[in-house]
């Protein structure tokens, strides 16, 4: 099964819909917002990525908070917008290069964040009801382990899972290469936890 159906969906109109996706998914809103606060270079502190994680390590909670949901809005952005003009099939590719976008920005010599909230994003725009399977796996994964990233990690591996299940294999396929390619982004967190060194929700230091 094709990750995206060419029967409705033509070469030029998905070539649209990937630079429509991925122009919006370079956005580094992280940066720009640090930068305008005041608090300089985001990709200088912490573990050098432009997400709302790297960005809560300056101390301002309100800018992270904003910059998370920048990052999913421009996903969700991204997939309405293609959406619209197109159709169901060229949202999902204008979703899954706005999430590209998002990890490998031009502008910034393709290195972006890690694409949780651009994940979420994603989701928001396609079927909203995900981002509520996505919320309720992260949230009880949390809970039982205090570690945000294994949360996120185990809500990616369901999302595909659930879709698959209930019959959106397109969109299924398109999430569990999403998932793929965040796992691979998460590299560091995953030997962190393998290694029993990955910080808790919470814990300071």
Known sequence: M????????SAGTAALAAILGYLLGTIPFGLLLTRAAGLGDVRKIGSGNIGATNVLRTGNRKLAAATLLLDALKATAAVAAARYAWGFEAGLVAGFFAFLGHLFPVWLRFRGGKGVATYIGVLLGVQPWTVLVFAAVWLGCARLTKYSSLSALVATLVIPVVLWILGEHSFALTMALMTAISWVK???NIKRLLAGTESKIGQKG
């Open 2 to 9: 094709a990750l995206f159906d060419a029967s409705t969906l």
């Open 186 to 188: 998460h590299k560091d």
